[in-house]
């Protein structure tokens, strides 16, 4: 019995320590983004940058990433600082010509610890900031509306992402980044979101990414013919 629960926290152990070599997962997309060929000179190639709500949106609408130039690449649970460490290799070296960034939700949620909404914005702005320094278009999704989290019910996040998304419109009309709402059409009287765009309050379902779906194409297309 002693070894079973010495060989049990052995293995606890290993993996807390392998997360922690790797705490920005930069291993997640490393075999994809190596053969990933060079776009086309007339590809208008766009790289998703997220957590679970971008990852879940390949997987419950893979024909809107199949049927456009567009790359996911959300890790579930990321936070920004996270995003930020993974930024180069994972957005840059793609070479798009638009870089769609959602994040901030984890970051409310303290799933990498307590952050600070100035934290989360110094986060954003430095990505922002690699973009336009390597010629990437930048556009800026709202935080999507919600309630609470069930992973973290002791956080009321209903202020704080109104209080965000106000800083990303800001913002990004003073960088000339497009910014897209995807907040006030998915919002419920709770300021949470709608039932029949979520199961969990959080992650939008099918329906949910059909609503944002256009929103972000029309900002993409605008965002391209930028100079």
Not at 126 to 132: D, F, S
Request: aromatic letters at 10%; a positive charge.
């Amino acid at each position: 019995m002693k070894y079973i629960y010495t060989l049990f926290a052995f293995i606890i152990i290993s993996t807390i320590s392998l997360q922690a070599q790797d705490w920005a997962n930069l291993n997640r997309f490393k075999n994809e983004n190596a053969k990933l060929p060079a776009p086309s000179k007339k590809e208008n190639r766009v790289v998703f940058m997220g957590n679970s709500i971008t990852e879940g949106w390949i997987n419950l609408r893979p024909e809107f990433f199949s049927q456009n130039p567009y790359i996911s690449r959300g890790i579930s649970g990321q936070t920004t600082p996270q995003m930020l460490l993974r930024f180069h290799q994972d957005v840059i070296d793609l070479q798009p010509k638009v870089v769609v960034i959602l994040a901030g939700t984890n970051d409310i949620a303290g799933n990498t610890g307590p952050s600070t909404l100035k934290m989360i914005q110094d986060n954003i702005t430095a990505m922002t900031e690699m973009a336009k320094a390597h010629k990437i278009k930048v556009v800026l999704i709202s935080v999507l509306p919600a309630y609470e989290y069930g992973w973290a019910k002791h956080v009321k996040p209903v202020e704080k992402i109104a209080e965000l998304n106000k800083w990303l419109e800001t913002f990004a009309k003073e960088i000339k980044a497009e910014y897209v709402d995807c907040y006030t059409p998915m919002l419920d009287s709770r300021k949470g979101m709608k039932a029949e765009y979520t199961k969990d309050g959080v992650h939008p379902t099918a329906e949910g990414y059909k609503v944002m779906e256009p929103l972000v194409v029309k900002a993409i297309n605008k965002a391209l013919k930028k100079k």
